[in-house]
């Protein structure tokens, strides 16, 4: 199953079975050592290297209309500024998920807008990384962060459903946080409306992130 699955991490979850042997007070046998060893083997042989999911053309990107309804079932509102943003900030459609408006915090004299970003895979160590954007305006390639996250924060404080710093960052048209799989089928909703393809050659998805 995880062979076929194609899964990278095969060793994480061995390695979890191995410790909960362990702690319910079973020996660990040579053959189950072998076993654990050459299954390893099978299930990592001919993987390949890690596939990077697909990055938004950003040009394309830039002249999308703004609206704020959501793109996919139980998806983001705003959808194009949470790409926006997920874009300048390098996140993960789990981090882009799950991020409340806490997260945020403004330099308003400097006109810098700083993000705060727990669950990052630099982060191994959940101390929270911090990211920020300076004010761009003026610059033509760009949109800019900082006077962008003003305003979705202004019309965030004016819905029914705000509910203070932990609210989402991007929530759903009901107030909750989005679903992982619901930011996905997001991007790849702005994927299409860039007019970039879904699905390379091998079939898999170009905006999802797997295992």
């Known amino acids: 199953l995880f062979k076929s699955g194609g899964y990278r991490s095969y060793h994480n979850y061995v390695t979890d079975a191995y410790k909960a042997h362990i702690e319910a007070g079973f020996e660990w046998s040579l053959l189950l050592a072998h076993t654990r060893t050459?299954?390893?083997?099978?299930?990592?042989?001919?993987?390949?290297?890690?596939?990077?999911?697909?990055?938004?053309?950003?040009?394309?990107?830039?002249?999308l209309p703004r609206h704020p309804a959501p793109?996919?079932?139980?998806?983001?509102?705003?959808p194009v500024?949470?790409?926006l943003f997920a874009t300048l900030f390098l996140l993960r459609?789990?981090?882009?998920?799950?991020?409340?408006?806490?997260?945020?915090?403004?330099?308003?004299?400097?006109?810098?807008?700083?993000?705060?970003?727990?669950?990052?895979?630099?982060?191994?160590?959940?101390?929270?990384v911090k990211r920020h954007w300076p004010c761009t305006c003026g610059l033509d390639a760009l949109f800019c962060p900082y006077h962008l996250a003003v305003e979705h924060v202004e019309w965030l404080k004016s819905l029914l459903?705000?509910?203070?710093?932990?609210?989402?960052?991007?929530?759903?048209?009901?107030?909750?946080?989005?679903?992982?799989?619901?930011?996905?089928?997001?991007?790849?909703?702005?994927?299409?409306?860039?007019?970039?393809?879904l699905t390379p050659e091998a079939g898999l998805?170009?905006?999802h992130h797997y295992d």
């Open 81 to 83: 500024r949470l790409s």
């Open 38 to 63: 050459w299954t390893t083997r099978s299930v990592l042989r001919g993987i390949g290297p890690a596939r990077q999911s697909c990055s938004f053309s950003f040009k394309k990107l830039l002249l």
């Open 93 to 128: 459609e789990v981090e882009a998920s799950t991020a409340r408006l806490s997260a945020w915090t403004f330099d308003h004299e400097e006109h810098e807008l700083w993000w705060n970003l727990p669950a990052s895979k630099a982060d191994h160590m959940a101390l929270g």
């Open 71 to 78: 793109i996919a079932k139980g998806g983001p509102q705003h």
């Open 205 to 207: 998805s170009l905006y």
């Open 161 to 197: 459903t705000h509910a203070g710093d932990e609210s989402p960052l991007f929530p759903t048209a009901s107030g909750a946080f989005p679903r992982k799989t619901a930011v996905v089928d997001t991007f790849e909703a702005i994927g299409t409306r860039c007019g970039q393809p």
